[in-house]
T-cell receptor, first 114, second 111 residues
Framework: NAGVTQTPKFQVLKTGQSMTLQCAQD?????MYWYRQDPGMGLRLIYY???????DKGEVPNGYNVSRLNKREFSLRLESAAPSQTSVYFC?????????????FGDGTRLSIL | SQQGEEDPQALSIQEGENATMNCSYK?????LQWYRQNSGRGLVHLIL?????REKHSGRLRVTLDTSKKSSSLLITASRAADTASYFC???????????FGKGTMLLVSP
C-alpha cells in the first residue's frame, strides 16, 4: 500500500520559474492538504481540499495555487518561485475532517529556490 | 499562527528511560493529536484524544489531556533508540476542517 505519494522528492529552481508539485493518495480519502515545513516553524497549512471539487486557503496561501484533479490527486503550483518559498513541502490526506481523523503524510518534496 | 506549543524543544535521554513531552494550546479544541516525524520522512499519526477524554494509551504511549489548563502530555515509556524523532501536537480548529501543528519536540534516545 503506497499511501501518499509525492513527486518529485527534490527540486532546485531559479527565482521566477514555475513548477507543480504532485500528490496522490490511494486510500480513497476525501480530504487532502498541502503544508510547508521550515526550520523552527513546524508545519504550516498552505491549502486544503475538504472534498473533491473544493479547495480552501490555509495559513500561508500567498504565492501558491492548488488543483484537486480528482479524488486521488491534489497538486500545488508555484507560478513564480521566490527564495522565501525554499522549504520542505508535505502533502497529507484524511478520510474525513482533519480534527476527527488521522492525517497520512507523504515523505515530502525538498524545494530550493536560488 | 501556532496553536500548540511543545515543551521542551529538545530532550535527550538514555534507552530504557521514560520521555515526557508537553503541549500547550491557546483556544478551545475538540480533539488533539500527536504525530512523530523521523528525520527526512513525513509525519506519522500516533494518537488522537478527544476533549471529553482525560487519558489514552497506545502501546508504550500514554497521552493525557487537561482542557482546564489547555495542555496535553505525551509519555513514552521504556524508550528505545528507534524512538529518536521529532514529536508534534496538533489541534483542530472550531470547524474541525484543519489542524494547527506546534513546532515540535526533538527527542534523542541514546543506546
Amino acid at each position: 500500500n503506497a499511501g501518499v505519494t509525492q513527486t518529485p522528492k527534490f527540486q532546485v529552481l531559479k527565482t521566477g520559474q514555475s513548477m507543480t508539485l504532485q500528490c496522490a493518495q490511494d486510500m480513497n480519502h476525501n480530504s487532502m492538504y498541502w503544508y510547508r515545513q521550515d526550520p523552527g516553524m513546524g508545519l504550516r497549512l498552505i491549502y486544503y481540499s475538504a472534498s473533491e471539487g473544493t479547495t480552501d486557503k490555509g495559513e500561508v496561501p500567498n504565492g501558491y495555487n492548488v488543483s484537486r484533479l480528482n479524488k486521488r490527486e491534489f497538486s500545488l503550483r508555484l507560478e513564480s518561485a521566490a527564495p522565501s518559498q525554499t522549504s520542505v513541502y508535505f502533502c497529507a490526506s484524511s478520510a474525513g475532517q482533519a480534527g476527527n481523523q488521522p492525517q497520512h503524510f507523504g515523505d515530502g518534496t525538498r524545494l530550493s529556490i536560488l | 499562527s501556532q496553536q500548540g506549543e511543545e515543551d521542551p524543544q529538545a530532550l535527550s535521554i538514555q534507552e530504557g528511560e521514560n520521555a515526557t513531552m508537553n503541549c500547550s494550546y491557546k483556544t478551545s479544541i475538540n480533539n488533539l493529536q500527536w504525530y512523530r516525524q523521523n528525520s527526512g520522512r513525513g509525519l506519522v499519526h500516533l494518537i488522537l484524544i478527544r476533549s471529553n477524554e482525560r487519558e489514552k494509551h497506545s502501546g508504550r504511549l500514554r497521552v493525557t489531556l487537561d482542557t482546564s489548563k489547555k495542555s496535553s502530555s505525551l509519555l513514552i515509556t521504556a524508550s528505545r533508540a528507534a524512538d529518536t524523532a521529532s514529536y508534534f501536537c496538533a489541534t483542530d480548529n472550531s470547524g474541525y476542517s484543519t489542524l494547527t501543528f506546534g513546532k515540535g519536540t526533538m527527542l534523542l534516545v541514546s543506546p
